[in-house]
């Protein structure tokens, strides 16, 4: 088991895609000073292919993906901690991500899906096309009364949105 490092404070921004975590993370890795991670960019090349075939992904192929992000979240560790943003729909996925060295707290970004259905109709460069919104909010599992973690509305203006949630941490 990891030491669990006081001063290391990992804000894993969860929710579903469209949802406006990448947002969010690089207001607050801006303001916080703190390393950043889109956890899309862990997914190996075949993950990356199915999804962008319609294909959904299994927690087979979740979990190599999922090591790799907590694995950097060590690595940062004795940066203070990190902004990260990651699906996390499953709590056996967050309980995972929570084996990283330090603190780790979810923080559940949550959109009406008619918004994030139409965010992901509008973002043409990224490789998960709309058709997946509803198997993601069928697997999305949400923070349990015992996870280290809040929910966070996504309405007002982005810089509205990151005040609220620096409020929040701020409380932790």
């Known amino acids: 088991m990891p030491d669990r490092t006081p001063g290391a404070l990992h804000l894993v ?60 979240m060590d690595a940062q560790s004795g ?13 056996a996925y967050r309980d995972l991500l929570r084996q990283a060295t330090g603190r780790v707290v979810f923080l559940h970004v949550m959109s009406d899906p008619a918004v994030i259905t139409d965010r992901m109709a509008h973002r043409p460069d990224h490789f998960m096309p ?13 923070l349990g009364e015992d996870e280290d973690g809040m929910v966070l509305e996504n309405s007002g203006t982005v810089d509205e949105l990151v005040q609220r949630a620096l409020d929040m941490v701020g409380r932790l």
């Open 13 to 72: 921004l969860m929710g579903i895609s469209g949802s406006g975590k990448t947002t969010l993370a690089e207001g607050l890795a801006t303001r916080l000073g703190r390393p950043y991670a889109e956890a899309d960019r862990f997914h190996p090349p075949a993950n990356i292919e199915k999804m962008a075939a319609g294909i959904p992904l299994t927690d087979e192929d979740r979990w190599p993906w999922l090591d790799s992000l907590r694995d950097w």
């Open 130 to 142: 709309a058709s997946l919104v509803p198997s993601q909010l069928a697997a999305l599992e949400v």
């Open 79 to 91: 940066s203070g901690g990190t902004i990260v943003t990651c699906s996390a729909l499953k709590r």
